[in-house]
């Protein structure tokens, strides 16, 4: 079974300034996708940044960015030039292959502070 | 407004009566989701639709839950005899078929049993 691992429950970062929210992953497979959504406080989930296994260059949206390394079963995500509108709960999530259910970590709340 | 919707809102109910939530997804989207998501947690994925036909559900998913979604639009998720551990909130994400994991949420049903 597929497993993500979020260790950090709760950041913050100074608006302007870079953070990164950590995320591993545990599977066996070799076809699959990642993802970081959002979750701000209004609750409605927007995908943020989505990364396919089998490509090897990094997924990037702007000031959002991933470090996606594949043996290290690690996929975490920066945000450059942080800005109080980041500030919501972020889940990192695994897709196996084109299946549609979405496994999701725990979630790490960020605080973007004037 | 053509992002998913969700109703309602909030619902509040006793102990062993039963519950139905709305979703109404992206007009063009023919896969729907559902999945329950508790304080503290990432979402848990219920089930998942492709037009009509519904292709996986959790082993979540007791026989106290049904999900139908006839004609393959809307879709409603049915609680009977809800407990205490059904409080939660209740996600619908509707996407295409060849999305690749990018899920258009609504905005919840928070269910609470007292």
């Known amino acids: 079974a597929q497993t993500v691992t979020q260790s950090q429950p709760e950041m913050s970062v100074q608006e302007a300034e870079t953070v990164t929210l950590s995320c591993t992953y545990d599977?066996?497979?070799?076809?699959?996708?990642l993802f970081w959504y959002k979750q701000p406080p209004s609750r409605q989930m927007i995908l943020v940044i989505r990364?396919?296994?089998?490509?090897?260059q990094n997924a990037t949206e702007n000031r959002f960015s991933v470090n996606f390394q594949k043996a290290a079963k690690s996929f975490s995500l920066k945000i450059s030039d942080s800005q109080l509108g980041d500030t919501a709960m972020y889940f990192c999530?695994?897709?196996?292959?084109?299946?549609?259910?979405?496994?999701f970590g725990k979630g790490t709340k960020l605080s973007v502070k004037p | 407004d053509t992002g998913v919707s969700q109703n309602p809102r909030h619902k509040i109910t006793k102990r062993g009566q039963n519950v139905t939530f709305r979703c109404d997804p992206i007009?063009?989207?023919?896969?729907l989701y559902w999945y329950r998501q508790t304080l503290g947690q990432g979402p848990e994925f219920l089930t998942y639709?492709?037009?009509?036909?519904?292709?996986?559900k959790s082993r979540l998913l007791s026989d106290r839950f049904s999900a139908e979604r006839p004609k393959g639009s809307f879709s409603t998720l049915e609680i009977q005899r809800t407990e205490q551990g059904d409080s939660a909130m209740y996600l619908c994400?509707?996407?295409?078929?060849?999305?690749?994991?990018?899920?258009?949420f609504g905005s919840g049903t928070q269910l609470s049993v007292l």
């Open positions: 994400a509707s996407s295409l078929a060849q999305g690749h994991g990018k899920l258009f």
């Open positions: 599977t066996s497979e070799n076809n699959y996708y």
């Open positions: 990364q396919e296994a089998y490509k090897q």
């Open positions: 999530a695994f897709m196996k292959g084109s299946q549609g259910n979405l496994i």
């Open positions: 007009s063009e989207h023919n896969r």
């Open positions: 639709f492709q037009n009509e036909a519904q292709l996986e």
